[in-house]
């Protein structure tokens, strides 16, 4: 769904462990650059380019990428889009997310125990193989460079202007994006669409919840007309009056 000249929610759907569920990465562009705000899960790939090719575009012309956080839904393809280019992509994250996503540290929320449950709750009718495979993938996700670290507060030179937002809590270098010409906050986890109402972060999907909420007051500065967030996709009501509420202002 194109929001405005320069910006379109992308749908990315498939049925994993006996669930359909759909993520909603960003596509940025203008005369010059075409940016996506976060990958899929791993092998999504796919079903990413058939996604971008709905627009219009085609993934071969990515500049750059941008990642909000760490965990594996936002970055599971991203070896595999640069890899799919043609020319270099630059990636940008934030410096805390950086050694995650380049995997020198392992995935914050990926530790043995959570792992192990992951494993343990996927339905009876899974295969041996493929949990294994599953396993192996969360013990060795993907990983990619990031060769631009970008911070809060600086505006990208790109599609009008891209104001960079610190969202830390759900990771602890979470990052949020404003695209300031149609006005759209691509709030990555910082906060969630749940039948068509706007809602904050998930208490039981966050490094650390209380962080997580305070940091939402860093987007009441900016006129958001509307949200684009990776579960649940887009909220278009009075953005600003709901982030309060939701800070407890």
């Given at each position: ?13 498939s049925?994993?462990?006996g ?24 092998g ?8 971008i090719?709905s627009?219009?575009f ?12 760490q965990?594996l839904?936002?970055i ?7 890899r799919?280019?043609?020319s270099?992509?630059q ?5 805390i ?26 339905p009876e009718s ?22 631009s ?17 610190d969202t ?13 010409t ?24 966050c490094?650390?919840?209380n962080?997580a909420k305070?940091?939402?007051?860093n ?26 509420e939701?800070?407890?202002l």
């Open positions: 769904m194109q929001l405005d000249k320069g910006i379109q929610i992308l749908q990315v759907s049925t994993i462990m669930r359909t569920e759909s993520i909603h990465p960003t596509l940025m562009w203008d005369e010059d650059n075409m940016i996506l705000v976060d990958t899929t899960y791993p999504q790939l796919p079903l990413l380019q058939e996604a090719l627009t219009g085609t993934i071969h012309k990515l500049t750059s990428i941008f990642i909000t956080h965990d839904d936002h599971g393809s991203l070896a595999d889009v640069i799919t280019c043609p270099p992509v990636v940008f994250a934030s410096s997310e950086k050694p995650y996503i380049q995997g020198e540290k392992q995935l914050i929320k990926l530790t043995p125990e959570a792992i192990t449950q992951a494993v343990s709750s996927m899974v295969s041996v193989e493929w949990r294994y495979a599953f396993r192996r993938t969360l013990e060795n996700p993907p990983k990619a460079a990031v060769n670290t970008i911070v809060a507060g600086e505006e990208l030179p790109f599609c009008g202007g891209i104001v960079v937002i830390a809590g759900h990771t602890p270098g979470h990052l949020s994006f404003y695209h300031k149609s006005q759209t906050l691509i709030a990555g986890d910082a906060l969630n669409v749940v039948s068509g109402e706007l809602q904050g972060p998930d208490p039981q999907y490094h650390d919840f962080m305070e940091s939402l007051k987007l009441l500065p900016y006129d958001i007309k509307k949200v684009i967030c990776f579960h649940g996709g887009l909220y278009g009501g009075n953005c600003n009056r709901r982030i309060s939701i800070c407890g």
